[in-house]
């Protein structure tokens, strides 16, 4: 079979290279240097030097084919340049994957620092398990996941950024193998993921734990935490670990760690200045209090202890009580105390005792009257 290079040499301008059949791979580095169509069918070009795919001429196309730099040294990361463009326009892109870097192509070009696969072996998925991968990336994405037990977050903004895997409770000795895609508007990256469910003891990831960093993300994400990676003591926001037990070393790193940026140092301060403002003014108000009551006793002692008066009694002004009204009152309600105790009999003679009394203080208060009247006609 010839060479793909060789193919597009032959190719005139316009024309379109396919690929042999569905799944083929090709193990070199090509130049396209024409306008044509490259037609992959799914297969591959991969090679360890950069670039893998060099375009210079425009109106090119390049349709259904994966793009992979397999480089030495870097087997961690994508790291080196897996399509580069020099030509005046950019070729015309359709379903192609890449693992490397894009150079030439505005909107794609930037550092990529993500892990080709992700063999992580035994890790404790009893009770689900929370797994943290820090990458960077130059442009925003859409993550994927192509494993039905492996959920993952659905964007990431450019930046240094954590995709957490969110992996459901397996049973111990299930294996799981899949990939997890990062679409941009152009072209799909895949991570190959790898892992076998354990029991807490034989595992080697716990939940929590970072699994894999990038070597520039703690450089480029200053405000990240120090925490080591594949820790299970790793803890982050929101994640407890699932390990109960946990070594003195790992006991120590989880307490020299760093909190997460924006979350401890944003909540603690506020509760503390809260709690300190609290006291300050109880003991304010305790000193304000104490202070009054001693003045108060000071000046009770001062003027000294007043002495009970007599209170006096002072009619109302335009109100004068009636004599007479008062007595026939009060006989009446004596008789009618008296009847509710005592027979009819007995009951007509309270009655005419009562008017009896009523007579007689009648003369009484004309008596009294007429002396005050005769005074005051010889006045």
């Known amino acids: 079979m010839s060479s793909l290079q060789q193919m597009i040499d032959e190719t005139s301008s316009g024309g379109t290279v ?4 569905e799944g083929c791979e090709f193990i070199e580095a090509v130049s396209i240097d024409r306008p044509l169509t ?4 799914g297969g591959t070009i991969a090679f360890r030097t950069a670039p893998v795919v060099r375009v210079t001429s425009p109106k090119v196309v390049l349709r259904n084919v994966k793009i992979l730099y397999h480089g ?6 994508s790291t080196s340049t897996a399509l580069l463009v020099t030509a005046s326009t950019a070729p015309r892109i359709r379903d192609v994957e890449l693992s490397g870097q894009v150079s030439g192509i505005p909107g794609e070009d930037g550092l990529w620092r993500l892990p ?13 398990s929370l797994l943290t991968v820090r990458i960077v990336l130059p442009i925003d994405v859409i993550v994927l996941s192509e494993i039905a037990e492996v959920e993952v977050g659905r964007e990431l903004s450019a930046g240094t950024r954590e995709l957490q895997l969110h992996v459901q409770p397996l049973a111990p000795g299930t294996r799981l193998s899949g990939d997890l895609c990062l679409q941009t508007s152009l072209f799909t990256r895949r991570i190959r993921l790898n892992l076998t469910a354990s029991d807490k003891a034989a595992a080697k990831h ?5 699994v894999w960093q990038a070597e520039e993300w703690q450089s480029l994400n200053t405000d990240a935490p120090s925490v080591p990676v594949d820790s299970p003591t790793a803890v982050f926001p929101g994640v ?4 109960k037990e946990s070594s003195p070393a790992a006991a120590a790193s989880e ?3 760093d909190p997460p940026p924006g979350f401890a140092q944003r909540r603690i301060p506020q509760k503390l200045s809260r709690a300190s403002t609290n006291d300050s003014q109880k003991t304010s108000a305790a000193a304000d209090s104490q202070s009054t009551d001693s003045a108060f006793s000071s000046k009770k002692k001062s003027l000294g202890t007043p002495k009970p008066q007599r209170a006096e009694s002072v009619p109302l002004a335009g109100i004068w009580s009636d ?3 008062e007595r026939e009152q009060a006989a009446e309600t004596e008789s009618d105390a008296a009847a509710k105790t005592t027979g009819p009999k007995k009951k007509k003679k309270l009655r005419k005792k009562a008017s009896g009394k009523r007579r007689s203080s009648e003369k009484q208060d004309i008596g009294i009257f007429g002396t005050e009247l005769d005074d005051d006609t010889q006045g």
Do not use: I, Q
Request: proline fraction near 5%.
């Open 18 to 21: 396919e690929f042999p059949r």
């Open 38 to 41: 490259l037609n992959g069918r």
């Open 72 to 77: 030495r040294g870097t087997a961690k990361e």
């Open 116 to 128: 080709k696969s992700l063999r992580l072996g035994k890790v404790a998925c009893e009770a689900g």
């Open 206 to 210: 716990h939940s929590g734990a970072v």
């Open 240 to 243: 407890k670990s699932s390990s």
């Open 255 to 257: 307490k020299s760690a």
């Open 323 to 325: 004599p007479l009204a």
